[in-house]
């Protein structure tokens, strides 16, 4: 990240594997885990990464997408 409301979901890698992902915006995809900006919205969230009982915390930042209008020229 940081991450536009649009952009697609991307995939949640943990180290040791195995682990489980949990926060807004996450899902499961497969036997993996994914951030989907679009579906979490606009702000900071935490996402979670827990294994064998141990949790480590990220910040996952959202921003609005950005409103592209017409270019003029003089």
């Not at 409301?5 to 885990?33: F, H, K, M, R």
């Not at 989907?36 to 919205?41: E, Q, R, T």
Request: hydrophobic share 35%.
């Amino acid at each position: 990240g940081p991450f536009c409301e649009g952009d697609p979901c991307v995939s949640l890698i943990g180290n040791p594997a195995n682990g489980a992902w949990t926060g807004t915006g996450v899902q499961p995809s497969g036997n993996a885990y994914e951030f989907c900006p679009s579906i979490a919205g606009v702000g900071t969230f935490n996402l979670t990464y827990t294994f064998s009982g141990c949790s480590i915390v990220m910040n996952a930042v959202v921003n609005p997408t950005p409103i592209l209008g017409p270019i003029n020229h003089n």
